[in-house]
């Protein structure tokens, strides 16, 4: 079980942008991608469907991991997928 602190923030911008605490958590323990940000910071990111009708969208988390529990900092949501996803190389 992960286990992970929602700052303030975070929790007004999950309500703001209708982002729910189980979609957070789904990304949280399993993204699939983690980009590092700067030290003690990343962005944890996966693709969701959202809306109706259904739109593809790239649900991203940043996370503060320098601390215990780690802290979500803020979350959102973009349809600008291609522009924050990152080709394996």
């Not at 286990?3 to 990304?27: P, Q, S």
Request: without cysteine.
């Amino acid at each position: 079980m992960a286990n992970y602190l929602l700052t303030e923030h975070a929790l007004f911008e999950m309500g703001r942008r209708g982002i729910t605490a189980d979609m957070v958590y789904e990304v949280f323990v399993s993204p699939e991608q983690r980009i590092d940000v700067r030290p003690g910071r990343v962005v944890l990111q996966s693709r969701i469907s959202m809306g109706t009708p259904r739109q593809p969208y790239l649900l991203r988390v940043f996370v503060d991991v320098d601390r215990e529990p780690p802290e979500v900092v803020t979350v959102y949501r973009t349809s600008k997928i291609s522009k924050y996803w990152r080709q394996e190389q």
